[in-house]
């Protein structure tokens, strides 16, 4: 996928008025979960990306344990200026529905295993 077509989805689905509001939200939110992949996991997703948010996946800060999907969502809000909880949990399901698109069903089970509980509603496959 290229990026102008990552950030296009992401804008639409986030409602963004610009493309670098989009561009901001994505680069948070991927670095952020990058921190919570390893291995061929967060390998195959870096592949399918766009490779400047290829990048930021596979050199992540790292986490020092595994973030709830509430507590994500709260590190997303204090990584964006002026961001409350409600708006990161807009980004983050903006962001993680286009990853998961991207990614496809098989993967995104297989990133989904690797996060604690919670998370597939923030990827948009919420676990019936």
């Given at each position: 996928m290229r990026a102008d077509a990552f950030l296009d989805q992401v804008r639409e689905r986030g409602e963004y008025g610009?493309?670098?509001e989009a561009?901001?939200?994505?680069r948070t939110v991927l670095a952020l979960l990058g921190a919570h992949l390893v291995g061929?996991?967060?390998s195959e997703l870096a592949a399918r990306l766009p490779e400047s948010f290829s990048i930021i996946l596979l050199?992540?800060?790292q986490a020092s344990e595994p973030l709830?999907?509430?507590r994500f969502v709260r590190a997303t809000a204090a990584w964006i200026e002026g961001a409350t909880?409600?708006?990161a949990a807009w980004d983050v399901g903006a962001v993680l529905s286009v990853a998961a698109d991207a990614a496809g069903e098989e993967l995104t089970r297989r990133i989904l295993l690797q996060?604690?509980?919670?998370?597939?509603i923030l990827f948009g496959h919420p676990q019936h």
């Open positions: 610009t493309r670098e561009d901001r939200a994505s061929e996991v967060r050199n992540p800060l709830s999907a509430e909880e409600k708006t996060l604690p509980p919670g998370y597939d």
